[in-house]
C-alpha cells in the first residue's frame, strides 16, 4: 500500500538546522511531484516547498527562502526538506505530499502523517 514516511522532525533552537526525510513507497515515485506542507497549531496547512517528479524544478514559500531547500534522491524514494537558520514561527507539524504527474496518475495524492519541529530556546 501507498505510503509516506517522515522522519528528522525534533526540538532544535532558533538558528539551529534540521533535515526532513519522507520515504515513499507503494507507488512509482519518479512520476510524482513531491512537496512539504506545515500546519502550525491554529493556522491553516501551507506549502513550504514543492519539486517535480525529476527534480528539475522547485517551488519555495517566500516566507522560508534562502533558509529551506528541497530536494529528493529518486533512487531512494525520498524527498527532503533541509531547514536552516530556523525560526520560532518555523514550529509546525510539516507534511510530505506527493501528487501524480502524467496522465497515468493525475488526480492521485497522498500525503503522510507528519512530524513535528519545534523550535525553541
Known sequence: ???????????????GSLRLSCAASGFTFSTY???????????????????????????????VKGRFTISR???KNTVY????????EDTAVYYCRAQ?????NRGSD???QGTQVTVSS
Open 100 to 104: 501524480g504527474t502524467y496522465y497515468f
Open 73 to 75: 534522491d529518486n533512487a
Open 1 to 15: 500500500q501507498v505510503q509516506l514516511v517522515e522522519s528528522g522532525g525534533g526540538l532544535v533552537q532558533p538558528g
Open 81 to 88: 526538506l533541509q531547514m536552516s537558520s530556523l525560526k520560532l
Open 33 to 63: 511531484d513531491m512537496a512539504w506542507y506545515r500546519q502550525a497549531p491554529g493556522k491553516e496547512r501551507e506549502l513550504v516547498a514543492a519539486i517535480t517528479s525529476y527534480g528539475g524544478s522547485t517551488n519555495i514559500a517566500d516566507s
Open 110 to 112: 497522498y500525503w503522510g
